[in-house]
């Protein structure tokens, strides 16, 4: 299995322990608990698998239907590499454990990310997250994918932020599950062309333009 928290992949057999749940109003839908600790993080991880039950002797087994479901921790990390800041891979994370519980509160998150990015790595900052996007758009160029999909971290990080109604039934617009999921990974997006994507694209000019000078000729242009 991997890891939720350090992402290394270890095999938990012979290290866990088992517990078996029998659902006697159905054996056929009964339950098995393993939890098992990383190796190298210590991260404590605990699985279930939902089945029928055979008995080898008098122990009960479980024989699962399906794949397990990891119950502990809840939501699987994202690792993003060392060049991105640990506040943005803290807050990106934070708002991925929390989308199960609540896409809302993922999505506001999510939201609250994105002005960090545009302050802290594109130096804008204004009153509100529009004008700072405006800016944005003027100041930087980006390409017409980048610009939807901020706009769509800011339109669902509104309405998730400030309970919105809907005209024709006045009922609250809610944020769903696959809604902030998708914001999650704009929001990837975003960090991958702002922040991993100019960092590689320096770490290549420099490898190209040490090459140059050792063959004597003119070095090139950075591109970030």
Known sequence: ?????????????????????????????????????????????????????????????????????????????????ECVPEKIVKDFNEAKMVLPISPRASAALSRCLLQYVLRTIKGIQEKTLEKEIDQYIQKCSPPVPVIQYIDAIRQVGNYSAHPCKEQHTSEFVEVTIEEAEWILELLKGIIHFEIIKPHEHKFLCEQINHKLLSMGKNSIREII
Do not use: H, W
């Open 1 to 81: 299995m991997e890891c939720r928290s350090c992402g290394i992949r270890y095999n938990p057999n012979g290290e866990s322990e088992e517990m078996t749940l029998t659902n006697r109003c159905n054996i056929d839908s009964s339950y098995k608990l393993e939890a098992s600790v990383c190796p190298d993080c210590g991260q404590l991880a605990i699985v279930m698998f939902q089945g029928r039950i055979v008995y080898d002797g008098e122990k009960a087994i479980v024989v699962a239907d399906d794949a397990c479901r990891v119950i502990y921790p809840q939501g699987q990390k994202t690792f993003f590499p």
